[in-house]
């Protein structure tokens, strides 16, 4: 048996190495070029030869890109958070109770999430100019709801189904009204789902570019990936390379941060013990 | 503590299928009722209503002479314990059974002392900060009755409360339930398919089969006198023996042989008169080596025993005598349900002798039965033709 696990983990060892270097070759090169100098920046070796903290101190004297990172983090927290809210509701409806409609909604969350996001931006500018909305951040946080909400559906409904019923039962016996049982009982098991749902849902406002750059006009709601397209180099002619390079890592970590605080919260089995044995 | 009445009580789910069909009963006031029945036969159904998860088609539940039936569970005072114990897996012990009075809005004091109460009756005091999941299976089944002890209700509603646990336990356990439910006095309704628990735990069993009310009684009534094959066949551990056999003016015939009903069976058997098609019930413990009898009444047969278990106490004989098997709706529900559906090509039985007879595996034995203990029933409706 003994040669044979070592060779297992051998094995899987080498999977595990492909898949990382796969997986962080570009992160790294990223990291690398945003350490490189003006002068180093085209030389072609993949490590910077003369680290240097130009571009790191450059965006962080942009107070167009300060701005920016602020509106990204408000206007994400706060989509995640309505959306995390409704989404609970409206998903513990669907795994648990059964009322006229439910299959249409259920239909409709599904052909929300099928729309190509590039169709709807002409006629979200038109209207969000015309109701005021634009460059502001609502108008940018009620489409992403809008688009979050059926991925927080459709993930929650599956762990509310995940949660005995007999749990509610002994809830509703012991007196519990079913908002009391919902909030008390319900919501603190789904709560490994909720996070997942809320990583998922800010990691996809955090990465959106296509709505951040057509319904915003000034810094005044522009976020960072969007901010980051308008980096300007030291001349017209030269690239911001530098700068770009910085702005991504830089807006990669509080998505670290809000995994790696999260995560700890996602543990499995924690219905363990509720039913039988 | 309330007394509980189901007056033509029906539950028909919205395909139509009918779970429990005119269900009257009433149970007084402290009382323990057992409802038992094969998988599928409504009595979870019915405890359902009783609770409030399930909707009342027709029918009234009164509880303290109240109709409640379109009250919610928390409106009914009554608590429940489940199979599965549904014990909440992020509180504590101490949380899980303080839930239903931290939900009545009591004080935090009047909370910690009900819950230390009922953790010593129960013997959780050291579990208390525990989790659900660092529990055995008894133990949490016991969580699972101090949340239903805890609130003092008006009555315990249990579903299958004991079945998750090993035989050992169980056994324990239904001795703890018993002693609990005669201490606290409160109206119980226990849902049960096993027929021991049943027998054991109850003031008054009620039997019941594919939704409808079979009898009700107490264990030792619905032993001595079943009212029908079903319940014959299903109350009794091991279960009773049935012979088909044709009733005469005073003797019956079986595979056992003719034999000559005492007088007392016949005044009973009044209303059955002339030659009919019956089914004989007999016990195993009404079975005797006919050595060790003497001269008592009954009837004595050779059996030609198969395998002989000797309890100590006790001996099982094993034979299997030639002619047709019994034939029933009710016996065959019955064998679906213990999954005894072999058919050898005879009548098997199963005797209870005393420890001194002297009965040997594939040997023939002279064995005697107690006439006056057998039970009839007719062939076509399977009711008890003995009546009092």
Known sequence: MQPETTNRKLMWWGVNAI?????????????????????????????????????????????????????SIGICIIATLIAIAFGTMAAYAIARLDFPGKRTIVAMALLVSMFPQIALVTPLFKIETAVGLFDTWPGLIIPYIAFALPLAIYTLSAFFREIPWDLEKAAKMDGA????????????????????????????????????????????????????????????????????????????????????????????????????? | MAEIVLDHVVKRYPDGALAVDDFNLEIADGEFIILVGPSGCGKSTTLNMVAGLEDITAGKLLIDGQVVNDKAPKDRDIAMVFQSYALYPHMTVGDNMGFPLRLAGLDKDTIRTKVQHAAEMLELTQHLDRKPANLSGGQRQRVAMGRAIVRSPKAFLMDEPLSNLDAKLRVQMRTQISRIQKNLGTTTLYVTHDQTEAMTLGDRVVVMRAGVVQQVGSPAFLYAHPANLFVAGFIGSPAMNFFPGQLKPDSVVTALGEAKLP?????????????????????????????????????????????????????????????????????????????????????????????????????????????????????STGKNLITD
Request: glycine fraction near 8%; proline fraction near 5%; include cysteine.
């Open chain 2, 263 to 379: 007088d007392r069976v016949r005044q009973q058997l009044n209303g059955a008169t002339g030659t009919r098609e019956v089914i004989v019930g007999i016990r195993p413990e009404h079975f005797e080596e006919a050595s060790l009898v003497g001269d008592k009444p009954g009837a004595t047969f050779d059996a030609p025993v198969d395998i002989v278990e000797a309890m100590g106490s006790d001996v099982y004989a094993y034979f299997t005598m030639q002619g047709d098997q019994a034939h029933s709706q009710e016996l065959d529900d019955l064998a679906k349900d213990t999954g005894n559906e072999l058919h050898s090509g005879g009548v098997d039985v199963t005797a209870r002798l005393d420890a001194g007879a002297d009965v040997r595996r594939g040997q023939t034995a002279r064995l005697w039965y107690d006439t006056s203990k057998i039970q009839v029933f007719d062939a």
């Open chain 1, 177 to 277: 009204t079913p908002y009391q049982a919902f909030r008390r009982v319900i919501t603190p098991l789904a709560m490994p789902g909720i996070f997942t749902t809320a990583i998922l849902v800010f990691i996809s406002c955090w990465n959106d570019f296509l709505f951040a750059l057509s319904l915003t006009s000034t810094s005044n709601a522009r976020t960072v990936p969007a901010a980051m397209s308008y980096f300007t180099g030291a001349t017209t002619f030269e690239k911001p390379t530098g700068p770009i390079a910085a702005a991504a890592v830089v807006i990669t970590i509080p998505i670290v941060i809000f995994v790696l605080v999260f995560q700890r919260r996602i543990v499995a089995g924690l219905t363990s013990g509720a039913v039988k044995g």
């Open chain 1, 19 to 71: 898949v990382l270097l796969y997986a962080f070759i570009p992160v790294l090169w990223i990291v690398s070029l945003s350490l490189k100098d003006d002068a180093t920046l085209n030389d072609g070796n993949y490590f910077p030869t003369s680290p240097s903290d130009d571009s790191y101190t450059a965006i962080f004297n942009n107070s167009d890109f300060l701005r920016a990172l602020a509106n």
